[in-house]
């Protein structure tokens, strides 16, 4: 791993001359991500992200936390206790130095020894699972890392939407997988990473997914194509 999207955090916090982020997907082109979008404050967060830091309580463990908006939030506005994790380097490094108190650089299914009360994946949250075939490494972890009253607040967005629709309203969708398993390429000043698998869930196949491995799963909200859940442990 290059580390691109840490590199782009890392500029934009040390003003290094930032350059906008560029990211695609199997099935969609090219597209600018600013990167000053993931140094957002509450104001600016969507609708989804801003409900699930509202209901983040206890000891709370940030996957995916990027540049640390949320995990900052939520440490000097809401006073938690969080735990800031991510595979980026530089981005972890950029979280300590924005204030997070705790910030970890390794890959969520490596990390242990710790149990938390409120486990947060933002941001299409159920990409960091790859695919369906390996959905339940994921949520069997997930279920290690929670108290017995904890929960998992994750959200995402079934894409459907983005396929081609014929008169009837019948889609066209490519055989040979499900159609949220896409390959997903970050691009930042010339250079570009290895594809990764991302998983985009509609709400049924992650529902159906997590009560397979032990969930409650509740849908805390919905926002056009995209969602909010919350689950807890059966």
Request: charged share 30%.
């Amino acid at each position: 791993m290059k580390d691109l999207m840490g590199k782009a955090v890392w500029d934009y916090f040390r003003n290094e001359n930032p350059e906008d982020l560029q990211t695609e997907t199997s099935i969609s082109e090219l597209d600018e991500l600013p990167v000053a979008y993931l140094f957002r404050d509450f104001e600016e967060m969507n609708d989804i992200e801003q409900k699930a830091l509202e209901l983040a309580q206890g000891k709370v463990l940030d996957i995916g936390a990027g540049a640390g908006s949320h995990a900052l939030y939520l440490q000097n506005e809401r006073n938690l206790d969080v735990l800031a994790l991510d595979i980026s380097p530089k981005s972890t490094e950029v979280c300590k130095l924005r204030g997070i108190k705790k910030a970890v650089c390794e890959n969520m299914l490596d990390f242990s020894g710790e149990t938390f009360d409120t486990v947060m994946l933002l941001m299409n949250g159920t990409g960091i699972f790859e695919s369906l075939e390996k959905i339940d490494i994921y949520l069997q972890k997930l279920y290690t890392l929670i108290n017995d009253n904890g929960q998992i607040l994750i959200d995402s967005t079934d894409i459907l939407y983005m396929f081609d629709r014929d008169e009837d309203g019948g889609v066209y969708i490519p055989a040979g997988g499900y159609y949220g398993e896409l390959d997903y390429v970050v691009h930042y000043k010339g250079e570009s990473e290895d594809p990764v698998k991302w998983l985009y869930l509609d709400f049924t196949t992650l529902k159906n997914a997590a009560e397979n491995n032990g969930f409650k799963v509740e849908k805390i909200m919905q926002d056009e194509d995209s969602y909010l859940a919350k689950l807890t442990k059966k």
